[in-house]
C-alpha cells in the first residue's frame, strides 16, 4: 500500500519489506511530492503519476530502468 498525508509526505507500506509505513524521501531533482497526482500499487509495484503526466516506478510494470531514480522509483517521461 502507498498513502500520502496531509503534509504530501508518501509513504509504503506491506509485501512483508515493511509492516510498519517507510516515509519516502525523494530527491527533489526526481520528484517534487506537491506535483503527485495519483498513486497505484499492486502485488509487487508501487506506480506514482505526476501532474506532469510523468511515471515514478518501483517493480516491474515496466522492462526499462532508467537513470534517473530515486528511493528505488524509476522515473519515465511522459513527453
Known amino acids: 500500500m502507498m498513502i500520502q498525508d496531509t503534509n504530501d509526505d508518501i509513504y509504503i507500506t506491506g509485501l512483508k519489506l515493511h509492516y510498519l509505513p517507510k516515509k519516502l524521501n525523494f530527491d527533489p531533482e526526481v520528484l517534487d511530492i506537491k506535483n503527485v497526482r495519483q498513486l497505484g500499487c499492486g502485488r509487487k509495484h508501487f506506480i506514482i503519476l505526476t501532474n506532469d503526466n510523468n511515471l515514478l516506478v518501483w517493480g516491474d510494470v515496466l522492462k ?6 530515486s528511493e528505488g522509483f524509476h522515473l519515465h517521461l511522459g513527453d
Open 64 to 69: 526499462d530502468k532508467t537513470e534517473y531514480n
